[in-house]
């Protein structure tokens, strides 16, 4: 069974462009979540879609955007970059069963972006 | 407000002792924890998890202890191995609501 895919893998910006990042969730899976990794901050939880609903969002500025669509691929989008939002961002998925916080979630290998 | 903390950002052991890895949450509505292990390059992967109707939990080498007075977890990991090597994240969550996730401990083992 294939892995949770992200693309693209690195990613440079400048000031004040948008970017879109992809997420193909594991086969089944229905929920997907998107993370941001930045150094000492750990995981921060950018939102949850589940079946094509936006489940639960993070404390991020509307600059931060996503949606899912009906085979589960999800994308994200940032919107003004700024230089803070250089990190890496991870995408997760988690069986198709309930959604809970219990369901494992198997991640994808990040995209790093740097924004200049 | 950090709701899960790992106030070690990083840890050294040598290879055959025990390695500690500690957790803080102060959310007593949290019911479930885990622990992932991330490699650089790679998204992080599932560890070990356990409920709070449990205190231990065990898989191999890996040992999850909660203590829910204290708002404490830790792993523990016997014998460390040059593979253990990793940054190794906590992460809590109850309900539907999402995982809160720690910093993270970079563990180090020496040869």
């Known amino acids: 069974k294939a892995g949770v895919t992200q693309t693209p893998r690195y990613l440079i910006k400048t000031r004040g462009q948008q970017v879109t990042l992809s997420c193909s969730p594991i086969?089944?899976?229905?929920?997907v979540s998107w993370y941001q990794q930045t150094p000492g901050q750990g995981l921060q939880f950018l939102f949850e879609?589940?079946?094509?609903?936006?489940?639960n969002k993070g404390n991020f500025p509307g600059r931060f955007s996503g949606r899912q669509f009906s085979n589960s691929r999800s994308e994200m989008n940032v919107s003004t970059l700024e230089l803070g939002d250089s990190a890496l961002y991870l995408c997760?998925?988690?069986?198709?069963?309930?959604?809970?916080?219990?369901?494992?979630?198997?991640f994808g290998p990040g995209t790093r972006l740097t924004v200049l | 407000d950090q709701q899960v903390k790992q106030n070690s950002p990083s840890l050294s052991v040598q290879e055959g002792r025990i390695s500690i890895l500690n957790c803080d949450y102060t959310?007593?509505?949290?019911?479930?924890f885990l622990w992932y292990k991330k490699y650089p390059a790679e998204g992080p992967t599932f560890l070990i998890s356990?409920?709070?109707i449990k205190d231990k939990n065990e898989d191999g080498r890996f040992t999850v202890f909660l203590n829910k007075s204290a708002k404490h977890l830790s792993l523990h990991i016997v014998p460390s191995q040059p593979g253990d090597s990793a940054v190794y994240f906590c992460?809590?969550?109850?309900?539907?609501?999402?995982?809160?996730w720690g910093a993270g401990t970079k563990l180090i083992i020496k040869p």
């Open positions: 992460a809590a969550g109850w309900g539907n609501y999402q995982l809160i």
């Open positions: 997760a998925s988690s069986s198709p069963a309930s959604g809970t916080s219990t369901d494992t979630q198997y």
């Open positions: 086969s089944g899976h229905r929920s």
């Open positions: 879609y589940f079946s094509e609903t936006q489940r």
């Open positions: 959310n007593s509505m949290f019911d479930y």
């Open positions: 356990i409920s709070s």
